[in-house]
Nanobody, 126 residues
Framework: QVQLVESGGGLVQPGGSLRLSCAAS????????MSWVRQAPGKGLEWVSA????????TYADSVKGRFTISRDNAKNTLYLQMNSLKPEDTAVYYC???????????????????WGQGTQVTVSS
């Protein structure tokens, strides 16, 4: 069965960095676009970033552009999110989400994706 397992979250000071990973299994990872979506405490879901199946095309929300980098290693079936210059407003649970096909989704609605993980908590605080 399809599984997406996020890891790498934690507590970091403002200005710090974290790298999130999403280990995928149960499907041909290299055939699908992937996204990161986050949910801050008491707020709705926010789409963060997406990458096409081959990894050559990426897109970002304005709130993270220039600070976050999405990437993937299709040989390792793993999606990444490198987060630099972290701000308190980046505090959220981060989810990786699988597109139903090749289309790169930029929506925050998890219903548009066919699978997503359990999430990993990122807390940015001094």
């Amino acid at each position: 069965q399809v599984q997406l397992v996020e890891s790498g979250g934690g507590l970091v000071q403002p200005g710090g960095s974290l790298r999130l990973s999403c280990a995928a299994s149960g499907f041909t990872f290299s055939s699908y676009a992937m996204s990161w979506v986050r949910q801050a405490p008491g707020k709705g879901l926010e789409w963060v970033s997406a990458i096409n199946s081959g990894g050559g095309s990426t897109t970002y929300a304005d709130s993270v552009k220039g600070r976050f980098t999405i990437s993937r290693d299709n040989a390792k079936n793993t999606l990444y999110l490198q987060m630099n210059s972290l701000k308190p407003e980046d505090t959220a649970v981060y989810y990786c989400a699988k597109s139903p096909g090749l289309v790169v989704l930029t929506t925050s609605s998890l219903l548009e994706y066919d699978y997503w993980g359990q999430g990993t908590q990122v807390t940015v605080s001094s």
